[in-house]
């Protein structure tokens, strides 16, 4: 690994070539000593093959810092970090690779207020690995730990349910597709809609380290079979979510897969008519959601705020500056009133309030939305290689209006394109969105060609 540990939203690599036992005991014992001897920390664990080990390693390497160790067990990252936020923790650890494919597992480190650190941290982190300056504690300062916590998966369902139960209209019964993917809300998202009185289809929701039914990642490719099984048995919408329950995928009534950033724009809109969610009017969001966020939000009196991509920066945004919401198009969704992060869960019970309140089906809702044919891949490149990218896009839309925070993200007439480097895996991201498909389509060819001829990268990849 470079220098450079973290990435987007933390520190992940492929279990035992990347992640091995010494790098993972190393970075506990960094985190150990940023946060300092006598220091509660509260580590958890999704599904992910090797989870159980590398939680050890991270107990481990805390404890041999002067930490107080809690260990949660397995269950999905916004669990965590409520509980670290409410529990009064100094901090967490999250052993996930959230999203990527099987083989990787990673590291995530939680701040006392349940959000992920800030860079500056990380840096320090960082720094303290490198150096390997760590602790010696006296033999008895390892006496009983860690310590075990067993009511996390417990206190995260009821303040899902305690939130969304006050605004919720009187109902029940509606069919909710749920595919877990295998992961760590097998023990959440279910109970919660049950608990609202919903009648929740669960696909694939036992722990599966190896994730045998799809990739950990819900997208359209991946959530085929959830589509089909809405589709089939009547629900009136489905969720996909990633292996640690940070992200929800939605599936309308009609089966189609619906990215984050509409998603998030009709549940923005929602809270702030019939005032879930209390603050200025804003919502924010990363430069990859679509021109449909300010094309619906905007008239509605809600001002979008565009931000680099990443978790971590979106929830700081809001979280110092206010607001009513803030999303993700991957499916990421935050609730200001429950917590400043991302959480499968609440989207997924903030969506059944929408149903019941507005009495409509999520197709006919989305169906308001500006219509726009969506393209997204990604490409294996290098971090070279992906800068090379973005320097061949911005040279090829030369005198398009750019927003270059974070890549390149060019919004032309009727069209936006979006090339940036991946924080998390060697690829470069492609994202973009037209009018009609015949003009996506040319449009990403349009892209594809001057990345190949200017940086010889394949042309390969996922839409």
Known sequence: MSRRLFGTDGVRGVIGSELTPEFVLRLARAIGAYFGRGSRILVGRDT??????????????????????????????????????????DAGVMVTASHNPPEYNGIKVV????????RDVEEDIEALFWEGKFSTVEWRSVAGQPKRVHDAVDYYVNKVVENVSAFIQRGGGE??????????TSFTTVEILKRLGARPIPLSCKPDPLFSSRDPEPTPDTLGPAASLVRSSGAVFGVGHDADGDRAIVIDDRGRVVWGDRSGA?????????????????VYTGVSSSIVVEDYLRPRGIEVVWTPVGAPIIARAILSQGGIAAFEENGGYMHPPHQYVRDGGMKAALLLAMLRATGESLSSLLDRLP??????????????????AVEAVKQEFQGER????DGVK???????????????EPVVRIMLEARSEE???????RVLRAVKEKCGIPSGGRT
């Open 111 to 118: 701040g006392g207020d349940g959000v992920e650190v800030p």
């Open 371 to 388: 219509s726009y044919y969506p393209i997204k891949t990604k490409i294996p490149a290098s971090r070279e290689e992906a800068l090379c």
């Open 410 to 424: 060019v919004i032309g007439e009727g069209y936006w394109v979006l090339v940036r480097p991946s924080g998390t």
């Open 48 to 89: 992910r093959s090797g989870g159980e080990l590398f939680e050890g390693l991270v107990a481990a390497g805390l404890a041999f810092e002067g930490v107080d160790v809690h260990l949660a067990g397995t269950l999905p990252t916004p669990a965590l970090q409520l509980y670290v936020r409410d529990h009064g923790y």
């Open 175 to 184: 069919r909710v597709v749920v595919d877990c993917g295998g992961g760590a």
């Open 402 to 405: 750019m927003v270059t925070i």
């Open 439 to 445: 003009e996506a389509r040319a449009l990403f060819e």
């Open 266 to 282: 009709l549940l923005a809109g929602f809270v702030a008519e019939v005032g879930l969610a209390k603050g200025p009017l804003k």
